[in-house]
């Protein structure tokens, strides 16, 4: 049996912190130690910026007081308050008298806010203990534990000072381990791995049987959960969609040049027609994942989780990892959710795949992208998203996604408006 704590052994802990419950009741309930439920808390939990009912997130100890109007000096304000700014969500940062209240329930046990009878009145810095956040840490911490290798840097150049001369003489790993057993500190199999990570000077073509073997059949490596899309069909999409009916919905889909060439991944966000398109080298999953981490680092995490909360894509295998594209590795770990439209129906993502008929004008089918970059893409996409489009009220998607969410999030995004009388949906437009 595991010493690890279960995702249940989190689940119950969530729970009698909401009741209030010690951390000897909660040791007792899940059969460990009370210290252990004390650093489990102390190490996963994170500090979340939410306010109360209608009043925003806001820390200053000044704020019942405070009657202070347009501290941010902004012409055109997101957060225009007729009242006072200590309504607005960005009063924090930009007040010169700003002066943060701590809590001091974040000092003592049980450090969190789970079970606090103030929480729901309370606009301060909140300290959060949330079991699906702490499991996907704990997991990744532990998994990361288990990979690489055991040895330093000092210990591989030792041991590599023993074994290289010698291999070089002739001698096999075999005999070389034999003889110097209580010098080299780790097992026969151990050196065999090293040689095959190439760690040290000498290669496995240094090793004259090996090179003579046929290498052993080893079973694929399913790097991939092949359960991927259980909980996340197209019906399931439908039902989240029916419950949270305000989410903006994000289509991806690939589109591909030359076989085995550079090919596009395609991001389309529905509510406004905009359209990213990013090059990639390979039609795999890992560049999809770079892609994304890469997004959220650039808008950050409200940007991204406002920008990204449902992404509906085809069952193409570079989306075949989505844990990974759902989770990131800092907290809050779920920064979105990932559904599949069903094999052969194109249409539940209609969208996206009529908006490929614009990317189509410049890059016929057929054509090659390996001597494209990015810069070329952008460019691209900048005179797409221009392009007025009858079902936005005659607007372009670079206006209705201007209005929307900003023209800050555009620029991060890379995205420039062109004049209507430049936008040009013809190859020449990327002809050098």
Same mark, same amino acid.
Not at 419 to 429: G, T
């Given at each position: ?85 200590? #309504? ?23 450090? $969190? ?93 240094? #090793? ?123 907290? %809050? ?43 070329? $893409? ?18 372009? %998607? ?35």
């Amino acid at each position: 049996m595991s010493n690890f704590l279960t995702y249940e052994d989190r689940l119950i802990i969530a729970h009698m912190l909401e009741e209030q419950a010690s951390f000897g009741e909660i040791g007792n309930t899940i059969g460990k130690d009370r210290t252990t439920v004390a650093k489990e808390i102390k190490k996963y939990s994170y500090d979340k910026k939410v306010g109360k009912p209608g009043y925003p997130y806001n820390a200053c100890m000044h704020r019942k007081t405070c009657k202070l109007k347009d501290i941010c000096g902004k012409k055109e304000c997101c957060h225009p308050s007729a009242y006072k700014c200590s #309504l607005c969500s960005e009063c924090n940062l930009h007040c010169p008298d700003f002066e943060e209240q701590l809590c001091s329930v974040k000092f003592k046990p049980p450090y $969190v806010c789970n079970g606090c009878a103030d929480r729901s009145g309370c606009t301060l810095l909140k300290h959060i203990y949330a079991p699906e956040d702490a499991h996907i840490l704990a997991t990744a911490a532990i998994s990361g534990a288990r990979t690489g290798i055991l040895s330093n840097e000092d210990d591989i150049a030792r041991i590599n000072g023993i074994i290289t001369p010698l291999v070089k003489n002739g001698q096999s790993l075999h005999q070389i381990y034999l003889d110097h057993v209580d010098d080299l500190m780790c097992s026969e199999k151990t050196l065999y791995n090293y040689v095959d990570a190439c760690l040290f000077d000498v290669r496995n073509i240094d #090793l004259p049987r090996k090179v003579k073997y046929r290498p052993r059949y080893k079973a694929p490596e399913f790097k991939v959960d092949r359960g991927c899309r259980i909980g996340r069909t197209y019906q399931n999409f439908e039902k989240f969609i029916a419950d949270n009916p305000d989410a903006n919905v994000v289509q991806t889909d690939s589109v591909i040049g030359r076989i085995g060439g550079k090919c596009l991944l395609t991001i389309h966000f529905v509510n406004t027609s905009l359209m990213l398109a990013f090059l990639r080298d390979a039609n795999t999953s890992a560049s999809v994942i770079r892609i994304f981490n890469l997004l959220d680092d650039v808008l950050g995490i409200k940007g991204f989780d406002e920008l990204f909360p449902v992404i509906l894509t085809d069952n193409g295998s570079e989306f075949s990892n989505p844990k990974a594209i759902e989770t990131r590795d800092r907290i %809050p770990c779920n920064r979105t959710n990932v559904f599949y439209c069903d094999p052969s129906k194109p249409y539940q993502k209609g969208s996206c795949e009529v908006n490929h008929e614009l990317i189509r004008r410049v890059l016929p089918k057929g054509s090659s992208f390996d001597n494209l970059t990015q810069e070329d $893409v952008f460019l691209m996409m900048d005179h797409i998203n221009s392009y007025k489009r009858k079902k936005l009220n005659n607007r372009s %998607p670079y206006d209705a996604f201007s209005f929307l969410y900003g023209e800050d999030l555009l620029k991060k995004l890379g995205c420039s408006p062109v004049a209507p009388e430049d936008i040009i949906l013809k190859p020449k437009l990327l002809k050098k």
